[in-house]
């Protein structure tokens, strides 16, 4: 299985403060997530438009770069105005299906020397890819996984962009003609290369206690939260090699396979060899959780509006136009910055009020962050404005 599928190069990415083509977006053969793997990133899933807990990945993220010391270049509303921004930027099709958004942050360019640099500006990049649903006939047959010990390091638990450990799993997987790698430490199941393991016996849910060996993924909550809708008996413990293989059921959960059956282990099957009740007790509450993300965010469907109806030109884009839309910029706190936002602003919108903008100093006094509120009338004024706004030579971010 390929769930996410690659982006189109002329697909919009963000890099650094700007908004730029995904074949053109360049980094220094310096930076150290290039020479290190010295970063952390996450993947959010993206239905019909809709980031899918969304909160809870950017929690994870705050975790993994504490863990690596770097600050977070970003506030949540940061890093969401630059998803909203690739999403709106997305072919309709796209936005209407499935999409995964990538986030990457490294430790920054450097001479090459292990130790940790202090000073350095993170490399911050984010893209959005087209991912492919795991098919519902795949989903309803079950899929086939192999075993082996698990050879990673004792840090599972960052999201690291350090994956040869993950890359190599994922191997044994594919040359066997399995779906995934199931892992274990010894005898105790800890995780799979690209997913996290379920075991169901005697109608129970659990799975690996959240610790340095595991990555604790997103589903680790939903699932639970779904079991408790459901009066399903749910607990995180140490889970012998033996209790896998003699299990009722075996699940896996990722962003994107979702909650996926596993019916055969190293040729074995697991219970009666196909899905049973709880994995669709399971399958049932994430796809309500789906739809009820969609609602609280004020999506109306998870589904594509048919063409030719009346909303289709309304439900184009994720902006209604014309509207209010704020814009936030960053850059040196030097004379005239303030001025050349607002003059860049007034171009593009000639109601544009100088009074509603928004100053915000950085902690050490060095940055200002200027919000600018423009009437939107278009997606193409919008991209002429990022475009002056990011071209221009006073300015760092544009979000």
Not at 31 to 56: A, K
Not at 80 to 104: C, K, N
Not at 255 to 268: M, N, R, W, Y
Not at 276 to 293: H, N, T, V
Request: aromatic letters at 8%.
């Amino acid at each position: 299985m390929h769930p996410i599928a690659e982006a189109p190069p002329d697909s919009l990415c963000y890099l650094d403060g700007a908004y730029a083509p995904l074949r053109d977006a360049k980094i220094s053969v310096l930076d150290r997530g290039f020479i290190f793997g010295d970063g952390v990133y996450e993947v959010v899933p993206v239905y019909g438009g809709v980031p899918f807990c969304f909160e809870e990945h950017m929690a994870r993220l705050d975790r993994s770069l504490a863990e690596l010391r770097i600050a977070n270049p970003l506030t949540h509303d940061g890093w969401h105005a630059i998803a909203a921004r690739l999403i709106e930027a997305s072919p309709a099709d796209q936005r209407a299906a499935v999409q995964a958004l990538y986030f990457q942050v490294t430790r920054g360019v450097a001479p090459r020397e292990h130790a940790m640099p202090q000073g350095l500006t993170p490399t911050v990049f984010v893209m959005l890819n087209p991912m492919k649903p795991v098919p519902d006939a795949v989903r309803a047959k079950g899929v086939a996984c192999v075993s082996a010990q698990d050879f990673r390091w004792q840090k599972a638990h960052i999201k690291s962009t350090s994956l040869l450990g993950a890359v190599l799993a994922r191997q044994i997987s594919v040359e066997a003609g399995a779906a995934e790698t199931i892992m274990f430490r010894g005898d105790w199941l800890s995780e799979a290369s690209s997913s996290n393991v379920w075991v169901v016996k005697d109608g129970a849910v659990s799975g690996p206690p959240k610790d340095e060996l595991v990555l604790a993924g997103i589903r680790y909550g939903l699932i639970e939260r779904i079991c408790a809708e459901a009066g399903i008996p749910f607990s995180l413990r140490r889970i012998g090699r033996d209790e896998v293989f003699g299990a009722d059921e075996l699940m896996l959960s990722s962003a994107s396979k979702e909650v996926l059956p596993v019916v055969t282990l190293d040729g074995q099957p697991i219970g009666a060899g196909r899905p049973g009740p709880i994995f669709q007790a399971l399958d049932a509450g994430y796809r309500r959780a789906k739809e009820r993300s969609a609602q609280d965010q004020g999506s109306d469907s998870m589904t594509a509006t048919p063409p030719d109806t009346p909303t289709e030109a309304r439900k184009e884009s994720l902006i209604e136009y014309p509207s209010k839309f704020p814009i936030k910029v960053m850059g040196a706190k030097a004379d005239g910055f303030v001025h050349a936002i607002t003059q860049i602003a007034e171009q593009f919108d000639p109601a544009f009020d100088a009074t509603t903008v928004e100053l915000r100093n950085s902690k050490a006094g060095n940055y200002l962050g200027v919000t600018i509120t423009v009437t939107a009338t278009s997606r193409e004024q919008l991209d002429d404005i990022y475009r002056a706004l990011t071209a221009h030579p006073m300015v760092k971010v544009v979000l």
